[in-house]
T-cell receptor, first 114, second 111 residues
């Protein structure tokens, strides 16, 4: 069983489109995250959710909207896609928000905007 | 947040021991040191975490001197499959989301 799974793994779309990436974790963790890894391989946190509530929203355009229907799922919806949104997006989870417990990452979603 | 500095890249051969050093001069009293590994086309994976002295698990060892201003990740007898990017992160008990991934060290293991 995959601990943190993301779909789709690859996503190619045109500028201006709206797309969603789904993430699910079966670890029973309370906290989930979205990270963006750009072409230079820098990995930056975008959002953090704890028990379905947003606890971190880094400087991310409001075209990006996370949705957490339950604590096992954290989806990322992106409106009006731009070329600069092309990157690999990683979902992750950890047991709770306050500790440095091991975080588990998904395999990533490679988004290409053309 | 403590800033970390690591070598951008390192090369090694199969069977050798690899030591990757991370500098974190402004580490705070309650900060821990955590290392993650990222293979191409995969998400980062936790390797090891420590606070002081030495920590060892089935994958690696982590050496932390008394002043804690640096740490060294030691990979014994590397294999080709250890080729990856290794990230050193420093942070306290304010949650994983506060940890900052730097540029990491790209380790290339050759036959």
């Amino acid at each position: 069983d995959t601990a943190v799974s993301q779909t789709p793994k690859y996503l190619v779309t045109q500028m201006g489109n709206d797309k969603s990436i789904k993430c699910e974790q079966n670890l029973g963790h309370d906290t989930m995250y979205w990270y963006k890894q750009d072409s230079k391989k820098f990995l930056k946190i975008m959002f953090s959710y704890n028990n379905k509530e947003l606890i971190i929203n880094e400087t991310v355009p409001n075209r990006f909207s996370p949705k957490s229907p339950d604590k096992a799922h954290l989806n990322l919806h992106i409106n009006s896609l731009e070329l600069g949104d092309s990157a690999v997006y990683f979902c992750a989870s950890s047991p709770d928000r306050d500790s440095l417990s091991e975080a588990f990452f998904g395999q990533g979603t490679r988004l290409t905007v053309v | 947040l403590a800033k970390t500095t690591q070598p951008i890249s390192m090369d090694s051969y199969e069977g050798q021991e690899v030591n990757i050093t991370c500098s974190h001069n402004n580490i705070a009293t309650n900060d821990y040191i955590t290392w993650y590994q990222q293979f191409p086309s995969q998400g980062p994976r936790f390797i090891i975490q420590g606070y002081k002295t030495k920590v060892t698990n089935e994958v690696a060892s982590l050496f932390i001197p008394a002043d804690r201003k640096s740490s060294t990740l030691s990979l014994p007898r590397v294999s080709l499959s250890d080729t990856a990017v290794y990230y050193c992160l420093v942070g306290g008990n304010t949650g994983f989301q506060k940890l900052v991934f730097g540029t990491g060290t790209r380790l290339l293991v050759s036959p």
